[in-house]
T-cell receptor, first 110, second 114 residues
Framework: TQLLEQSPQFLSIQEGENLTVYCNSS?????LQWYRQEPGEGPVLLVT?????EVKKLKRLTFQFGDARKDSSLHITAAQPGDTGLYLC??????????FGSGTRLQVQP | KAGVTQTPRYLIKTRGQQVTLSCSPI?????VSWYQQTPGQGLQFLFE???????NKGNFPGRFSGRQFSNSRSEMNVSTLELGDSALYLC?????????????FGEGSRLTVL
C-alpha cells in the first residue's frame, strides 16, 4: 500500500506569513498532484508535477517535486485569508488510483 | 461546461439500511472514481469505473458496490449501513485515458448513519 504523509496536519497563521507544507512517501510516483478543498466543496486541482526536481509556481504558491519523486512541498508566500482550506497531495502511479495524503488544514487569520 | 453533479447532497439513514448515491460526470469524461472522506482517515479510494467496467478497486468490504451506465453516469450503493459509514462521499470524473490524470470532484454526498 502506498502511503503519503503530510505535515503539518494543522497550521494557523497570520495574514502575510509564509508557510511550507510537506508531502512524503517511501514510494516513487510518476506524478504528484496538489488539491485544495474548501468547506462544503470537493477538492480542486492546483498543480501536477511530473519530473523529479520540478518546480512550478502558481502566483504565490510554489510547488516542488523531489528529485527521487517520493516527496513534494508546497510553499505559500504572504498567505492571505483566501488561502484557507484543506491542502491535499495525491500520488499517481500508472493506472492505479490516486493515493491521497492525509491533508494539511490551513487557517489564515486576517 | 457543467461540473460533476452528485445527488443527494445530504442524507440521514439508520443502521442496517442501504443507500444509493448518484454521480453525473463532466460531459465527455468516461472515468468516474468514488472516494470516502472522513476526518480520521482522509480520502480513501473506493472504486473507479471506466466505460461501464470497474477498473480499480480499493480496500472496502463488499457492502460497498458501484456501477456505471452507458452515459457514464455512476451510482454507488452501500448496504447494511454501519455507524462508521458516516462520511462525505466524493465522486470525481476524468477523461480516463492512460493515466489517472486530473480529477474533477463533485461537492459530495454527506451521509449520516444513526
Amino acid at each position: 500500500t502506498q502511503l503519503l504523509e503530510q505535515s503539518p496536519q494543522f497550521l494557523s497563521i497570520q495574514e502575510g506569513e509564509n508557510l511550507t507544507v510537506y508531502c512524503n512517501s517511501s514510494s516513487v510516483f510518476s506524478s504528484l498532484q496538489w488539491y485544495r478543498q474548501e468547506p462544503g466543496e470537493g477538492p480542486v486541482l492546483l498543480v501536477t508535477v511530473v519530473t523529479g526536481g520540478e518546480v512550478k509556481k502558481l502566483k504565490r504558491l510554489t510547488f516542488q517535486f523531489g528529485d527521487a519523486r517520493k516527496d513534494s512541498s508546497l510553499h505559500i508566500t504572504a498567505a492571505q485569508p483566501g488561502d484557507t482550506g484543506l491542502y491535499l497531495c495525491a500520488g499517481e502511479e500508472g493506472r492505479r488510483a490516486l493515493t491521497f495524503g492525509s491533508g494539511t488544514r490551513l487557517q489564515v487569520q486576517p | 461546461k457543467a461540473g460533476v453533479t452528485q445527488t443527494p447532497r445530504y442524507l440521514i439513514k439508520t443502521r442496517g439500511q442501504q443507500v444509493t448515491l448518484s454521480c453525473s460526470p463532466i460531459s465527455g469524461h468516461r472515468s468516474v472514481s468514488w472516494y470516502q472522506q472522513t476526518p480520521g482517515q482522509g480520502l480513501q479510494f473506493l472504486f473507479e469505473y471506466f466505460s461501464e467496467t470497474q477498473r480499480n478497486k480499493g480496500n472496502f468490504p463488499g457492502r460497498f458496490s458501484g456501477r456505471q451506465f452507458s452515459n457514464s453516469r455512476s451510482e454507488m450503493n452501500v448496504s447494511t449501513l454501519e455507524l462508521g459509514d458516516s462520511a462525505l462521499y466524493l465522486c470525481a470524473s476524468s477523461q480516463g485515458t492512460e493515466n489517472t490524470g486530473e480529477l474533477f470532484f463533485g461537492e459530495g454526498s454527506r451521509l449520516t448513519v444513526l
